[in-house]
């Protein structure tokens, strides 16, 4: 049977920048009981939240558009990232961030949120919990442009997209933002559009 308890857990701070880069150390029981020694660098970036904002009458969605750096040097030609609005929780809880977030990004104003699940994004080498939300929105919620908090360098351009034409987009590869697919798949298995 799997014991997987471990113990003597040493933590080393290889970066702490902007966000942390621990490098831990630690000893992990095996199937058979014995003990070995492991190492594992896991990147603490804190939690986030990310939410899908859809119109069921003219079945549309709010998506964004933004400079992603950590794509740019793997693989994406032009760095542009099309994803479902989203933030850091910061110290906030979920739902108060990913509101806020909401206003932030893509300018509208919702007051009503519905929590679908949450997943580890990358449980390898990043220790984000990310909580995912879905919410109707109409065009008289838009209270202003959005495109990011003032004091942040976020450029972000606000889409709205009609959900056909989102799902194409995840077959054509133009979407290829985990958080993204997942919420635009929720929202086909479950009929939200
Ligand atoms: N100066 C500086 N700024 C940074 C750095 N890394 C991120 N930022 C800035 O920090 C801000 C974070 O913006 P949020 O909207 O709070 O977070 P997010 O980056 O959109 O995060 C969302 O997407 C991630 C990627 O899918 C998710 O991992 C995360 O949970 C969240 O959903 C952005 O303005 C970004 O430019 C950095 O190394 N240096
Ligand atoms: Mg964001």
């Known amino acids: 049977m799997k014991k997987g308890s471990i113990r003597n857990i ?24 014995s003990w070995e020694t492991q190492r594992r660098e896991a990147y603490d970036r804190g939690n986030g939240a ?10 549309t969605v ?3 558009r933004q400079f992603r ?4 040097v793997n693989q994406n030609t032009d760095g542009m990232m099309i994803e479902v609005c989203a933030g ?8 108060g961030c990913i509101i806020k977030e909401v206003e932030e990004e893509t300018g509208f104003k919702i007051d009503k949120v519905q929590k679908v699940f949450e997943a580890y994004m990358s449980p390898g080498s990043v220790t984000e919990i990310l909580h995912f939300f879905v919410a109707p ?10 495109g990011g908090a003032e004091d942040e360098t976020e450029n972000i351009e606000v889409l ?11 077959r054509s590869g133009e979407i290829r933002d985990a958080k993204t697919i ?11 559009l």
């Open 10 to 33: 040493k933590k080393e701070v290889l970066s702490d920048q902007w966000y942390t880069l621990n490098k831990y150390t630690y000893e992990y029981q095996k199937e058979d009981g």
């Open 137 to 146: 929105y109409h065009q008289s919620m838009k209270i202003h442009e959005g």
């Open 88 to 95: 850091l929780l910061d110290d906030q809880d979920p739902e």
């Open 182 to 192: 997942m919420l635009l798949q929720y929202a086909r298995l479950n009929g939200l």
């Open 160 to 170: 709205e997209i009609p959900f056909e034409e989102a799902m194409a987009m995840i």
């Open 69 to 72: 750096m950590p794509t740019y």
């Open 62 to 64: 709010i998506l964004t």
């Open 50 to 59: 990310a939410i899908l904002l859809y119109e069921p009458e003219r079945k």
